[in-house]
């Protein structure tokens, strides 16, 4: 229990957004910003590579088929089984090439909320958190962010949760689920310098937070008042992302990177950019999928 078991070699310069498929009993993820969307059968081991020629940084499902695949220059439709594209949304500030879309989730409603990041400094608060409606409409919902990353949704979407990467933290946001906005901004939890910086995030049906710790050689599970319930080391220093996956969605899927090694750090982690998985005796939640 809670020991991270090696999955599949991936080898993912930085592999993100992990989300579960029960009808097809797969995972599919994406190498960050110029690496190919992947999809792995955890049974037979068969993994399948879709290239992508714009820079993926993560992915939603979508209710309509196939998928939204977020790129640092806009948001996109994907369909698998053709590995077409087809914009959807350009860059959030037209004006200013330099914020570029990073993470993303979709609420308990089916709209899309991404984060954006300042590519050129993401040290920068420059970031911020967007609502994507069915509709086509892009609202503006919270900012500050330096580098807004992973994003979770409570179970009953009243919560939503944002990694404010750079500044080593995460927020909590009131959610108002008719109108999708947000309110009473607070500081969720704050990870120490020494401890990485935090990155993913994903709610499980408990409503405890899950956290990837980049640089940090390991993940953190959170109550809902912000308390670490747990902590679980790695081999890999860079701890990604997460999905809940199995047929009981009681397996926690995570993803690490290799991103900024020398050849002497990837030397020392050989199995860094590859997937792992921990039997943690959580349930997670099937992640929604975009209305639009």
Same mark, same amino acid.
């Given at each position: 229990?809670?020991?991270?078991?090696?999955?599949?070699?991936?080898?993912?310069?930085? %592999?993100?957004?992990?989300?579960?498929?029960?009808?097809?009993?797969?995972?599919?993820?994406?190498?960050?910003?110029?690496?190919?969307?992947? =999809?792995?059968?955890?049974?037979?081991?068969?993994?399948?590579?879709?290239?992508?020629?714009?820079?993926?940084?993560?992915?939603?499902? =979508?209710?309509?088929?196939?998928?939204?695949?977020?790129?640092? #220059?806009?948001?996109?439709?994907?369909?698998?089984?053709? #590995?077409?594209?087809?914009?959807?949304?350009?860059?959030?500030?037209?004006? #200013?090439?330099?914020?570029?879309?990073?993470?993303?989730?979709?609420?308990?409603?089916? =709209?899309?909320?991404?984060?954006?990041?300042?590519?050129?400094?993401?040290?920068?608060?420059?970031?911020?958190?967007? =609502?994507?409606?069915?509709?086509?409409?892009?609202?503006?919902?919270?900012?500050?962010?330096?580098?807004? #990353?992973?994003?979770?949704? $409570?179970?009953? %979407?009243?919560?939503?949760?944002?990694?404010?990467? &750079?500044?080593?933290?995460?927020?909590?946001?009131?959610?108002?689920?008719?109108? %999708?906005?947000?309110?009473?901004?607070?500081?969720?939890?704050?990870?120490?310098?020494?401890?990485?910086?935090?990155?993913?995030?994903?709610?499980?049906?408990?409503?405890?937070?899950? $956290?990837?710790?980049?640089?940090?050689?390991?993940?953190? &599970?959170?109550?809902?008042?912000?308390?670490?319930? &747990?902590?679980?080391?790695?081999?890999?220093?860079?701890?990604?992302?997460?999905?809940?996956?199995?047929?009981?969605?009681?397996?926690?899927?995570?993803?690490?990177?290799?991103?900024?090694?020398?050849?002497?750090?990837?030397?020392?982690?050989?199995?860094?950019?590859?997937?792992? &998985?921990?039997?943690?005796?959580?349930?997670?939640?099937?992640?929604?999928?975009?209305?639009?």
């Amino acid at each position: 229990m809670n020991e991270p078991q090696h999955l599949f070699p991936a080898q993912n310069q930085l %592999g993100e957004t992990p989300i579960w498929v029960q009808e097809e009993n797969a995972l599919y993820w994406v190498d960050w910003g110029g690496g190919p969307i992947c =999809r792995l059968d955890p049974l037979s081991g068969t993994c399948t590579i879709f290239p992508v020629s714009f820079p993926v940084t993560a992915l939603a499902r =979508r209710a309509s088929g196939g998928w939204i695949a977020i790129a640092q #220059n806009g948001l996109y439709g994907w369909h698998p089984d053709s #590995n077409l594209t087809e914009l959807i949304a350009g860059l959030p500030e037209p004006g #200013n090439p330099d914020l570029c879309y990073n993470d993303g989730a979709v609420d308990r409603q089916g =709209r899309l909320l991404v984060g954006t990041v300042n590519m050129q400094d993401p040290f920068a608060p420059d970031g911020s958190l967007y =609502r994507l409606d069915a509709d086509g409409s892009f609202h503006l919902l919270d900012s500050g962010y330096a580098t807004a #990353n992973g994003i979770g949704v $409570s179970p009953d %979407g009243s919560t939503v949760y944002v990694t404010d990467m &750079r500044h080593g933290q995460i927020i909590a946001l009131d959610y108002d689920t008719a109108g %999708g906005t947000v309110s009473n901004r607070r500081l969720f939890a704050r990870v120490p310098d020494e401890e990485g910086m935090p990155d993913g995030l994903i709610v499980d049906a408990e409503g405890y937070v899950w $956290s990837g710790h980049w640089a940090g050689w390991k993940l953190t &599970r959170y109550d809902p008042d912000g308390k670490i319930e &747990r902590q679980i080391s790695f081999p890999v220093e860079h701890v990604i992302s997460f999905a809940f996956g199995g047929p009981e969605l009681d397996e926690l899927l995570v993803t690490t990177a290799w991103w900024g090694f020398d050849e002497e750090a990837r030397k020392n982690q050989p199995l860094a950019g590859d997937l792992f &998985r921990v039997n943690c005796g959580v349930k997670g939640l099937l992640e929604p999928a975009f209305s639009g």
